[in-house]
């Protein structure tokens, strides 16, 4: 789609001037008497932990200096809070439950999309939370999803062939073979001779 080159020729600095410039022109044009959105914060809970937390069977308290600690409910960023916590926050926002296996999630596009968005974006960046790159710890929100099999080689935009890489390991992917095993979802990053692309 000749939309969608175009989006990829554009900058990371560009697309956040871009984005700079649409924040400034809808702050501008917002009445005076609208409501402010709610802050999005995401929490790691399994549904199991997240119901017995809503009937206050239990709170664990959470130390996170300690490594042997259970870690029932986290931050998107990592950071271990108590079920109750989670519970109190999901109970002054919105509660979206992610499952990763649904028919009702439309998780495969095939050749029919290049880029990832929408539902599929948001699994990816919650599935890995962060870069996938050897030792990157960088927050998935602040990566691309990226496919493992490049899109030139016939790559498919499906949730196993995408994965979040910062703009570091995105450019020098090629530098790597990567692969991701289907039962666990670990991506592993092996080095190849491989030249660098022309530029």
């Known amino acids: 789609c000749i939309r969608d080159r175009a989006r990829l020729a554009r900058t990371p600095e560009q697309r956040r001037a871009d984005a700079l410039v649409q924040m400034a022109e809808r702050s501008a044009s917002t009445p005076p008497d609208a409501k402010p959105p709610k802050p999005l914060v995401v929490v790691h809970i399994d ?3 997240f119901t017995r937390a809503l009937d206050d069977e239990f709170d664990i308290p959470v130390d996170p200096l300690d490594p042997t600690a259970p870690v029932l409910s986290e931050l998107a960023d990592g950071t271990p809070i108590s079920p109750t916590l989670a519970i109190k926050l999901a109970l002054r926002g919105h509660v979206r439950r992610l499952v990763l296996d649904t ?3 439309k998780l495969e596009y095939g050749r029919k999309a290049r880029l990832a968005t929408g539902v599929l974006r948001e699994l ?3 599935r890995d939370r962060h870069c996938t790159g050897p030792g990157c ?3 998935a929100t602040h990566c691309e999803v ?3 099999t490049e899109w030139q080689d016939d790559g498919q935009t499906n949730a196993i062939d995408l ?8 450019r020098w992917k090629h530098r790597f073979h990567i692969t991701r095993d289907p039962a666990t979802g670990h991506t ?3 080095r190849t001779t491989r030249p660098p692309p022309v530029t």
């Open 47 to 49: 549904w199991d932990t």
């Open 103 to 105: 028919p009702k999630v």
């Open 124 to 126: 990816i960046q919650v």
């Open 137 to 139: 710890d960088t927050p």
């Open 146 to 148: 990226d496919h493992i």
């Open 163 to 170: 994965d979040c890489k910062c703009h570091w390991h995105h």
């Open 188 to 190: 592993t990053w092996h």
